[in-house]
């Protein structure tokens, strides 16, 4: 399987990550209700299987429950496993040590002593420093507890000071993750995309099936409705939806030339832009097998421009 970089030397990984916020998720994904640890289980035995080890989580997902279930299953393989994993700037975490503390909080749920890339959850830092932030995230490098440094959510402008600050030590700002799919392509107007090219940058894109509006699975008529906070968002109502039809219609055309579905010609997509890597989130083996079904494959020249044409208004 081909591979990419994380930034200009980080850890080199699959170009394809696998998201576990819905692990351990009560809030949002209802853990515990049609899925739980032996669905879980089952859908890493899968993706190691389809030569996929990068996975995704943060100490927030399911208050560290997402966490801890990579590290039980992880104790089960001998197969190397690479991970990146968050860290949520609270208003209590207002010094060095607490960076550092809660990275072994994370270490220890994890069950290993170092991770692939850590990543600054959101940019708003109350009371602790990017100075602070970025400084005690380049000693961690040092000690050798994170391979890599990245952020989420974070501006260009924002990105860019990070990437500063971080220099200053002799470490490269491995990645920017912020939201990014065929319906959200803001980055490209906003300086995001350019600002990370510019600095050598890997842009993790979550989201990119825009929760589920790209499977094709959502339609104008409804047969399908989606369960959770998106019920009540305006996307996935009849008109929402009669918006975003011409994109579904070509996608699964395109899906069909491929034998692939809309899903895996969404994620194609964004695998086609370059330095980027979807973060697919899953819940079951199945949710896997579909995922990995993006990867081993290229859409030509002229499909990506189709697809870039046909969702331009999704860059605003």
């Known amino acids: 399987m081909e591979t990419i970089t994380l930034g200009q030397n980080g850890p080199t990984v699959t170009p394809l990550c696998l998201g ?42 399911g208050f560290g429950l997402s966490e801890e279930l990579l590290g039980q299953f992880m104790q ?37 002593e170092r991770i692939e890339l850590y990543q600054v959850h959101w940019p708003f830092a109350f009371f602790l420093s990017q100075e602070t932030l ?14 890599a440094v990245g952020v989420s959510n974070y501006s260009a ?7 500063q600050i971080l220099a200053t030590r002799g470490v490269p700002l491995a990645v920017n ?21 510019e600095l050598g940058v890997t842009i993790l894109a979550y989201s990119p099936l825009a929760q589920g509006l790209l499977t094709g699975k959502y ?19 009849q008109a929402g939806l009669q918006k975003i039809a011409p994109v579904i219609s070509l996608l699964t ?30 819940k079951t083996s199945q949710h896997v097998k579909q995922n990995a079904g993006a990867l081993g494959w290229r859409l030509s020249d002229d499909e990506i421009s189709q697809l870039e044409q046909i969702t331009r208004s999704f860059k605003s």
């Open 219 to 237: 339609t104008p008529d409804q047969t399908e409705t989606p369960g959770g906070a998106r019920k009540i968002d305006p996307r996935f109502s």
């Open 76 to 112: 089960k393989i001998a197969n190397p496993v690479q991970i990146a994993t968050k860290f949520g700037p609270l208003p209590w975490r207002f010094t060095g040590q607490s960076v550092s503390d809660a990275l072994t909080d994370s270490l220890k749920r994890l069950q290993v």
């Open 157 to 163: 402008t924002q990105m860019r000071e990070a990437q």
């Open 134 to 147: 970025m400084n005690t995230l380049a000693d961690e490098v040092k000690r050798g507890r994170i391979a």
């Open 177 to 197: 993750q912020v939201r990014y799919s065929l319906l959200t392509r803001q980055i490209e107007n906003n300086g995001i995309l350019a600002t990370a090219r």
């Open 20 to 61: 576990t916020w819905a692990w351990g998720d009560k809030l949002f994904w209802n853990y515990g209700d049609g899925y739980g640890p032996e669905q879980l289980q089952a859908a890493f035995t899968a993706a190691l299987e389809a030569g996929i080890n990068f996975f995704d989580t943060a100490e927030i997902y």
């Open 253 to 282: 055309s395109l899906g069909e030339k491929y034998d692939r579905t809309p899903a895996q010609v969404a994620l194609n997509w964004l695998i086609a832009q370059g330095n980027v890597i979807p973060i697919a989130g899953v």
